[in-house]
DNA sequence: ATGAAAGCGCTAACAT
DNA sequence: ATGTTAGCGCTTTCAT
């Protein structure tokens, strides 16, 4: 099956033009004539050509497309990003290419070389929960090609980054739990590769200590897959349940491993949070309408992708080489709601 | 910024070797040496040179990319046909560009003529809620873009179309409530002019009909926005409430309005499914971690999406212009949970 | 076995 | 005011 569109020399051969002046005529070049200008515009019209963006790409040496290179569109917290970058990006005329590494680090680093070459324009890039080696990265950007991270970020490459502040999150859930009586904190986690994931753990940790509550190696559960795998968060809170000194409250990072605990919870019959309590990192959208209604620390996703979108575009679109980043640190929202606070 | 890659110019520069010789040799070319090709394959691996991808479209008049235009992508129905899509995409070596329209038919429009031109090979398309004119997609398909539709399909275009049959399971949905007691069951649902709306009222009228019960236009409400804005469903349901014979039940069609049926049900502190039963159209990932849990229709999302993309290739890649076209109809799944059986 | 040249659609420098 | 030409990176005749 073939399509052939209209092109600027089918336009020029129509009326007798050449091609340049055509092109001129299009782009409103004030050395055409107005007759010949009307005339191009009409006939352009008439035929409803479009200008071939892969010639002007060539031409050019840019395909005013960006790359995202995500774990999972099918989780709210990225979706929600992937609208922020839209937003941004349509606005600028940039179309968003978006890849999934599935939690795959070989799968990302495919994705990474498909996008770039030359068809993107820059890459917007949260790490796969199994990325450690950032050769991929580090290549391209060597070369010039601007990288923008964000939530899952790296320190082997200075570039913009866009991030939030997932120590005081995870210290603000842990004290809250703390004040509300829990003294056997425990926290289900994503992959210890994660800056998301060392960051949490800090505030976790600091939060506990400096409540005179002992840190305990065991109370950590690492989900290597994210939270892809459902074994692996009932085998997480198994393990944890299996601890003499069982918990009685979980901090849980991520809208998967936060959902997939209640779910697990739920099928021991344990009940929220009598049995135990729960505070979820989770951009789910109703958490009012969960059972128990969930206490969730929310991360600003839309305005991550904007914001990492805005700095992307900012290097793309830089006459001069960019030599100065910086990371932006936003902030979380806190809502306190029934699966984190004894009845009374 | 600049991104200067290593063309193939660069490579026969360096070797000595004309550009021809050395696109022959990363070819495999049988005409070249195997010395020259050892020599060119080993440098262009040391260099890391990648071939430009614009370049090979310009030259193929294929950009080995497929455009995805849906409403939005934080919806877990299509966040879900997107999965399904880029399985089958990424293994046949296609980019996936997804364009959201947010149910409006001018950005619809936009989308569309943005992906076209010679951006993308082919067009994965779910119509926007407010779409009546189809002028934008009649246009392209006559110019032999390869279309297909899914779930919102339209039949003023003749080709491939995935859906899922919405008669039975509407029909399915209401029976079900009639044989759980329900008499006054309303029906809130998406815009009328999309082909799920119409199909799934069908469904619904004849379950009411065939079991005696009236058919009241009064028990239909339409979101036209298909329940994007919140005030759009709890204005529906309010007027349903206002009616002197208030509905005791709802269908509800689409993640979001069933959703948000629950939300402004739970606003009004009406209990399910003591005051109001509720079967919905839903892809949520946790229909029984809500409250109460969700009877739900669920959509084939992932597998619409494969499908969907294993046509579209099938068309973009077949020698002769594709003549005759299909509609596969998935079946839905129903799951009953607590929101529409009375408790004993 | 290798090179030269044309062409994909477009723009822009360089004629006229 | 309009035309001619070169070139973006690559493949592919058509020479040699």
Redesign the pocket.
């Known amino acids: 099956m073939k399509y052939e569109p209209v ?3 089918d336009i020029g051969k129509a009326l ?6 055509v ?2 005529a ?2 409103g070049s ?4 107005s ?2 200008k009307k005339q191009v515009l009409e006939y352009a019209e008439k035929v409803n050509y479009r ?2 963006p892969i ?2 790409s ?2 050019e ?1 840019r395909s005013s497309s960006i790359g995202v290179v995500v774990c999972e569109i099918a989780n709210n917290f990225f979706s929600q990003v992937i609208n922020g970058i839209d937003s941004i990006a349509y606005n600028r005329g940039y179309h968003v290419i978006i890849s999934q590494s599935h939690e795959s680090y070989e799968r990302e680093v495919v994705n990474v070389h498909h996008l770039a070459s030359r068809s993107v324009d820059g890459l917007l890039v949260s790490l796969s929960s199994e990325t450690t080696d950032m050769a991929h990265f580090i290549n391209l950007h060597e070369k010039g090609l601007p990288i923008v991270f964000f939530d899952r970020v790296t320190n082997e490459i200075i570039t913009h980054k866009v991030i939030v502040d997932n120590y005081k999150a995870a210290y603000e859930a842990t004290l809250h739990l703390i004040k509300n009586g829990y003294k056997k904190i425990a926290h289900i986690t994503s992959s210890p590769f994660l800056s998301i994931t060392k960051e949490r753990l800090e505030g976790y940790k600091d939060a506990l200590l400096e409540n005179g509550l002992a840190f305990n190696e065991k109370y950590v559960k690492y989900c290597s897959h994210g939270g892809m795998i459902v074994e692996e968060i009932e085998g997480a809170l198994h393990n944890l349940l299996k601890i003499k000194q069982k918990p009685d409250a979980f901090v849980t990072a991520g809208d998967r491993i936060t959902t997939g605990s209640l779910t697990a919870i739920k099928n021991l019959h344990l009940r929220v949070p009598e049995d135990i309590a729960l505070v979820g990192f989770s951009n789910t959208n109703i958490p009012e309408l969960l059972n128990p209604t969930l206490t969730t620390i929310r991360l600003p996703a839309f305005e991550m992708g904007q914001v990492a979108t805005e700095l992307l575009i900012s290097i793309i679109e830089s006459k001069r080489p960019v030599t100065s980043f910086e990371t932006r640190v936003l902030q979380t929202e806190f809502f306190v709601r029934e699966s984190s606070v004894k009845l009374q």
Chains 1, 2 share one sequence.
């Open positions: 092109t600027i020399k007798g033009l050449s091609t340049s002046t092109s001129r299009l782009r004030y050395e055409i004539s007759d010949t200008p071939n010639a002007l060539l031409k040496r």
